[in-house]
């Protein structure tokens, strides 16, 4: 069996900033991210869809005018039935979608990359 030292190990790695795709996937996220309007600053009020065994909570905008508050919390509670609240809400859910997984290669070994 063969060693490798760590300058051997370091001299395989290419920067990040090196790799032509990487530098435009940068590009590109700096771009998406200057192009975006920052959040509202606006306040929001909580509204309770469901009992006090089962609180349903939805943030609604206190800006909104009186009669689209009223309009907005009667729709909200005529289809509260409409939302997922827990996973159980959602039956025939394949699992394996709602499971986070990194692609990596088991047999792998790991490398401590520079900062």
Same mark, same amino acid.
């Given at each position: 069996? =063969?060693?490798?030292?760590? =300058?051997?190990?370091? %001299? *395989? ?5 090196? *790799?032509?795709?990487?530098?435009? $996937?940068? $590009? ?8 975006? %309007?920052?959040? =509202?600053? *606006? ?11 089962? !609180? /349903? $909570? ?7 005018? !009186?009669?689209? /508050? ?7 509670? %005529? ?13 025939? $859910? ?14 792998? /070994? ?6």
């Amino acid at each position: 069996m =063969t060693s490798i030292n760590q =300058t051997e190990q370091d %001299e *395989d790695i290419e920067p990040l900033d090196a *790799d032509p795709w990487a530098q435009q $996937l940068d $590009l590109q996220w700096e771009k998406h991210f200057e192009q975006r %309007e920052p959040p =509202t600053g *606006d306040t929001v009020i909580h509204v309770d869809g469901g009992d006090q065994a089962h !609180p /349903k $909570l939805i943030f609604i905008s206190e800006s909104l005018s !009186p009669i689209e /508050k009223q309009n907005l919390i009667s729709l909200i509670r %005529e289809c509260i039935d409409v939302f997922a609240w827990s996973y159980e809400d959602m039956p025939g $859910l394949n699992p394996q979608v709602t499971i986070h997984r990194l692609n990596i290669k088991m047999d792998a /070994k790991p490398v401590k990359q520079q900062q």
